[in-house]
């Protein structure tokens, strides 16, 4: 793995959580298991999983509906250190564009912790999506 902002114990404990998440998952349709836990600066742990729809456009990854679970708790001032994201069959699984824009959105610096073809990884979201964009606010 890349160099670690987080401790192997809580790296651990973010892909354990993970894991239980993708549980939760409604895939009916892809039948792709996906769960994400993230951590905020402050060390709040939130958890997330994959919600297809009928309607594919309407569906949800798991680790947007961990960020959008920690900003109706905590506001939109939250921000996240790391996401872990875990899928059922540990086959690789990175995050979608609009996965990497929200992260980034609430987590410029953020660390992605992710399984890839040759194993576990990790990089920071601005490699992931390079030259993101993020609107300056007053």
Known sequence: MGKKTVHPAEWRKLLRTAR????N???E????KVGAALRTR????????NVENTCYGLSN???RTAIFSAVAQLGPAMEIAAIAIAQGDDK???????????IYEFGPNAVIYYQAED?????RISKLLPDAFRAKTS
Not at 20 to 23: D, F, Q, R, V
Not at 42 to 49: E, L, T
Not at 92 to 102: K, L, S
């Open 20 to 23: 239980a998440a993708l549980k």
């Open 25 to 27: 998952a409604h895939a």
């Open 29 to 32: 349709y892809s039948h792709y």
């Open 42 to 49: 402050k060390g709040q742990v939130f958890s997330g999983c």
């Open 61 to 63: 990854c798991a680790e």
């Open 92 to 102: 690789p699984c990175t995050p979608c564009g609009a996965c990497r824009q929200v």
């Open 119 to 123: 194993g576990w990884k990790s990089a």
